[in-house]
């Protein structure tokens, strides 16, 4: 007969051979890193390229339909991903940069209301935690450990009450490079095809299939970090720009019988 477990370690023991036995030892998860340093980027990156392939096809479609010759279409494409890329550059970089100037306004306000009104900021802790689920027992103690110096509790309101993870925050610079470079290279399907061609609408056509690849790409690729079904991903990205191609190309051809 199985001896029955008599004291608390016993009963451990007993479970973990019971569950060997039985073969339902849970099987141990691989430690997965996390995303890192371009996680803040991750944004721009997809919106660069995105935003290349779609406007620029979107240009293309747009004056193939309105029956330009092949030198006013190649013209229009290198016009609109130069355009475009200084455009992405420039807002990436204002928005970004004008960001970064109101987190560190507040960064500077809340270290002013921790120098004069310090209490003020512990009681919005207890708050915090409080809605965050801390039972009442504990609370006392992890606003302590949160407010033990200044610089800790100004550190603990970056994170609690304006978001703002160090880590996290972005470089107006970097922003801007890669949104601009990375608008041009989703551009290039678009424009490429013109090049090495005299025939609008085996232009068209080429850059509608490498288009096509690249937001199929994208959308997979992304799936890398968002850990989504890049199949699904790749089609609705797909889809999306498709919709707006024959759009773009069927409200050419209504610009130009309006104005022939």
């Not at 209301?113 to 708050?127: G, K, P």
């Not at 160090?166 to 290039?188: I, K």
């Not at 997979?220 to 797909?238: F, M, Q, Y």
Request: proline fraction near 3%; charged fraction near 20%; glycine fraction near 10%.
């Amino acid at each position: 007969m199985r001896r029955q477990p008599e004291l608390s370690r016993d009963l451990v023991d007993y479970n973990l051979v019971s569950m060997v036995q039985s073969k339902n030892v849970p099987e141990a998860v691989p430690y997965e890193p996390h995303v890192g340093e371009s996680r803040p980027y991750m944004r721009d990156i997809i919106l660069g390229v995105n935003d290349g392939l779609v406007s620029i096809f979107l240009l293309v479609a747009g004056v193939v339909g309105g029956g330009l010759a092949r030198d006013e279409i190649l013209l229009a494409t290198i016009a609109g991903a130069i355009a475009g890329a200084i455009s992405m550059a420039a807002g990436e970089y204002l928005a970004t940069r004008s960001q970064e100037e109101v987190f560190d306004r507040e960064i500077a306000l809340e270290q002013i209301h921790i120098a004069h009104h310090r209490n003020s900021e512990v009681d919005q802790l207890y708050a915090m935690f409080s809605d965050m689920g801390v039972a009442d027992e504990d609370l006392e103690g992890v606003v302590n450990a949160f407010s033990k110096d200044d610089e800790v509790l100004l550190n603990s309101m970056k994170v609690l009450e304006f978001g703002i993870i160090d880590a996290d925050r972005r470089s107006p610079y970097t922003a801007m490079w890669l949104s601009g470079v990375l608008f041009l290279a989703g551009s290039l399907p678009s424009v490429l095809p013109f090049i090495f061609t005299d025939s609008t609408s085996l232009g068209l056509t080429v850059a509608a299939i490498l288009t096509a690849c690249g937001l199929f790409a994208v959308g997979a690729v992304k799936t890398i970090v968002t850990n989504t079904n890049p199949v699904r991903s790749g089609l609705e990205n797909l889809v999306i720009a498709g919709i707006g191609g024959v759009l773009a190309f069927f409200i050419g051809r209504l610009v130009e019988g309006a104005i022939v």
